[in-house]
């Protein structure tokens, strides 16, 4: 595992410093690491395909209810 050091104003850390036997701070800061860096990963893939639905071709006005009446009146 690796080292991140985090500076804190003193009275935010004074006030942790209060909580820390029911907190663990450590646990606390890299699950909202670990969720942040989803988080933008997840924003990174919703923009790849966005730009992929973008790129393809258009289909004209009113193929999915033409395709859903053929369906139907087939069976």
């Given at each position: 595992?690796?080292?991140?050091?985090?500076?804190?104003?003193?009275?935010?850390?004074?006030?942790?410093?209060?909580?820390?036997?029911?907190?663990?701070?450590?646990?606390?800061?890299?699950?909202?690491?670990?969720?942040?860096?989803?988080?933008?990963?997840?924003?990174?893939?919703?923009?790849?395909?966005?730009?992929?639905?973008?790129?393809?071709?258009?289909?004209?006005?009113?193929?999915?209810?033409?395709y859903?009446?053929?369906?139907?009146?087939?069976?």
């Open positions: 595992m690796s080292v991140v050091t985090v500076r804190v104003p003193r009275e935010l850390k004074e006030k942790m410093q209060k909580y820390k036997s029911r907190i663990n701070w450590s646990d606390e800061i890299r699950k909202f690491i670990e969720n942040k860096v989803l988080e933008i990963e997840r924003e990174e893939v919703f923009a790849r395909l966005d730009n992929l639905i973008r790129r393809l071709p258009q289909t004209p006005r009113g193929t999915a209810e033409k859903l009446r053929e369906d139907r009146d087939s069976n």
